[in-house]
Structure formats: C-alpha cells, structure tokens
C-alpha cells in the first residue's frame, strides 16, 4: 500500500486545475504546469509588443500633431524594440509603483511641444495616471510637485545612462526643458492676450 501511494506524485495545476505528475511543473513549488507557464510566457510578449506598437504609433501621431500645430519639426528616430525596452521595466518613473501592462503607458520625459523629441533617451515608461497628470509638463517640474526625491534622482539617473551623460549633465538638460516651458507658456500667453484685443 504505501509504494502505490508513492508510485505517481501528482500536483494540481491552479491555473488550467489539472492534475498532472509532478514531472511537468519546472518544480515542486511552482503552481502553475509547464505547459500554462509557456502559455502565459506568450501571452506575457504578446501583450507588451502588442502594447509598444500601439505606444510607438500614438508617439508619431503625437509627434505629427505637435509638428503641424507649432510648424517644428521634431526628432524622431524612435523603434519598436526600444519602446519594448522602456514598457518592459514595469515601474511608473514618477510614483515607481508597479503597473501591469495594460495600465502602462510611454511616457515622454520632456514634452515634444517643449522641446522634448520622440527618441529613446526622452521616453519612459509610466502609469496611466501620472501620464495624464504630469499632461506637458517638464519632467522635473511635475517631479518637483508631485514626486518624492528618490524618483526624481532615479529619473535623472536612467536618462543619464540612457543619454551617455553623468548626473549633472542630465539634470541641466532637464531643467532646461523647464526654462523652455516657461518661455513657451509665456509666448502663448502673450500672443493669446494680443489675439484677444
Ligand atoms: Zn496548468
Ligand atoms: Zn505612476
């Protein structure tokens, strides 16, 4: 009785709630078999390409509606393989929360009205809601509202290495971005007030 009860291990998959031999988890404790692992590997790629086309395209059109509406034209040498790599990382820049691919959205560090261009070293990956909260506005300025010191340095950081500058050098850039913003609002303003007389 006892070598019968020890001849098939068995485990309940809790994903498709099969039971199969031990033999086809890629271990003891995994909870899913091998074969719902593969398949959510694949869905896992599927949903982040899917995601970074849509991302890459929304970027060019928004690219092209900045273009036409400020007559600039703006850099862009932005892939989709890079786009893969920015949604990949999985944390919101600004609140560094984690955030499932559905909600993750392209953020770009400067924005293109502002001067910012559509190319890897200005894009990063955020949640939907600092996406919309942080609208056009610089980087470090939103930051400077909105996020703890920590984030901030990290951003800075990451468009350091991705920019092949140091620190400083990346965070001249960026607060140039808010001098320009500021210029820009400014301009906008006063033509707005002389459009108005
Ligand atoms: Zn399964
Ligand atoms: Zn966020």
Redesign the pocket.
């Known amino acids: 009785m006892l070598n019968m009860a020890k001849t098939i291990e068995v485990k309940k ?6 039971e ?1 031999p031990i033999e ?1 988890f890629y271990g003891e404790k995994r909870s ?6 593969k ?1 959510q590997k694949r869905e896992y790629h599927g949903g982040l390409r899917g995601k970074a086309a849509q991302a890459l395209q929304d970027a060019r059109k928004a690219r092209r509606k900045v273009e036409a509406e400020t007559g600039e034209s703006i850099k862009d040498d932005l892939t989709l393989p890079q786009v893969a790599l920015a949604l990949s990382s999985g944390e919101c820049a600004y609140c560094l929360q984690d955030i499932p691919i559905s909600e993750r959205s392209l953020d770009h560090i400067t924005p293109m009205r502002y001067g910012g261009s559509n190319t890897f070293d200005n894009v990063i990956c955020s949640c939907k809601s600092c996406n919309s909260g942080k609208s056009d506005l610089p980087a470090v300025l939103f930051m400077i509202q909105s996020c703890d010191s920590w984030a901030n340095k990290r951003l800075i950081d990451r468009v350091a290495s991705r920019s092949n500058q140091t620190f400083y050098e990346a965070f001249e850039m960026l607060t140039e971005s808010v001098k320009t913003y500021f210029q820009k609002q400014a301009e906008e303003a006063k033509a707005q007030a002389e459009g108005g007389v």
Do not use: A, G, L
């Not at 899913?32 to 692992?37: A, L, P, R, T, V």
């Open positions: 998959c809790s994903r498709c709630h099969q199969k086809q899913h078999c091998q074969d719902c692992e398949e």
